[in-house]
């Protein structure tokens, strides 16, 4: 075959993992009684099986070689020779195959609308295809959103945080404790943790912790503080830094046991006593389909 090579990236839906695959019996039990913790699984599940379907029908009319990646911890995948990357599922299964992902465009296909909102999914089923070849045409608009570059004692953890960065101790019920450093102004905290973002992560946790939302197309970092511990005497003045294009915020952890997490749950690194963790601006922008045409700008849970 010589057509487009496209990876397929599909997110794997409660239900497909702890029913068809885990055979649950307590979930089985939970879904049988239609209890209120798992009513949606199945109606999300199979509306995301027909969106799948349908994206996978429209590649093969288009006679595409289709790579399908299925959304997992630890999802991997060369995207070097492909002329796309199509993500099938939320935010979540997005902001995981962005990592594996450097110059070729990305487009989301938000397989439940009816269960969640993706802002970085600009298709549902019903637009599938008349947007899927326009994409392959190189007629569907891109936008360049900025990622960030995390870094810890000067090695690259990564150039391609697309969202933000939570740094916290490993335990979430521990104080987290830090110095932050930012131009010629440090500070040392005791919080929960902070959060570091891109313009595109500014209207996601950032903005609920309080943070400002960014035009999408800011070269602006932002560092949001969560919950910091008031003491007697302390009155913090860094609890939400804008971080200028150019410039780097660090952080040197006072913990044995923290940790950043990166896009989500699942891309994580350990962070000890004395380390300096430092973010900036990335050189490695992403190219992201469609968000101009989408209409809604809500949060989808990962």
């Not at 509306?47 to 429209?58: G, K, M, P, Q």
């Not at 492909?82 to 938000?110: C, E, F, Q, R, Y």
């Not at 896009?263 to 992403?286: C, E, H, M, N, T």
Request: aromatic fraction near 4%; proline fraction near 6%; glycine fraction near 8%.
């Amino acid at each position: 075959m010589s057509g487009p090579r496209v990876v397929v990236v599909v997110k794997k839906t409660p239900y497909s993992r702890f029913v068809e695959e885990e055979n649950d019996p307590q979930v089985r039990r939970l879904i049988r009684r239609r209890d209120p913790t798992v009513v949606r699984w199945l109606p999300a599940h199979e509306e995301h099986v027909a969106t799948l379907d349908e994206v996978l029908r429209v590649l093969e009319n288009l006679g595409a070689r289709t790579w399908v990646v299925m959304h997992g911890p630890r999802v991997q995948f060369d995207a070097s020779d492909a002329a796309l990357v199509v993500t099938v599922g939320g935010d979540g299964t997005l902001l995981a195959a962005s990592h594996n992902v450097d110059k070729t465009p990305v487009l989301g296909i938000n397989s439940a609308p009816g269960s969640s909102v993706g802002f970085f999914c600009a298709g549902h089923r019903r637009v599938v295809a008349r947007m899927l070849p326009r994409a392959l045409e190189g007629k569907l608009e891109a936008r360049r959103l900025s990622r960030m570059k995390v870094t810890i004692n000067g090695r690259v953890v990564s150039r391609r945080v697309l969202n933000e960065v939570l740094f916290c101790h490993e335990t979430p019920a521990a104080a987290s404790r830090y110095i932050l450093q930012n131009e010629k102004r440090s500070e040392p905290h005791v919080s929960s943790g902070f959060w570091v973002g891109t313009a595109a992560g500014s209207t996601g946790a950032i903005h609920s912790a309080g943070g400002e939302v960014l035009p999408l197309t800011s070269r602006t970092l932002q560092l949001v503080v969560r919950e910091p511990i008031i003491a007697a005497r302390r009155k913090y003045r860094m609890t939400r830094v804008l971080v200028p294009e150019g410039h780097e915020i660090t952080a040197i952890s006072k913990m044995h046991d923290a940790r950043i997490f990166l896009d989500g749950p699942y891309k994580r690194a350990p962070v000890r006593l004395a380390d300096k963790v430092a973010f900036s601006l990335s050189d490695q922008p992403i190219s992201v389909l469609g968000l101009a045409e989408s209409k809604g700008r809500g949060r989808a849970a990962r």
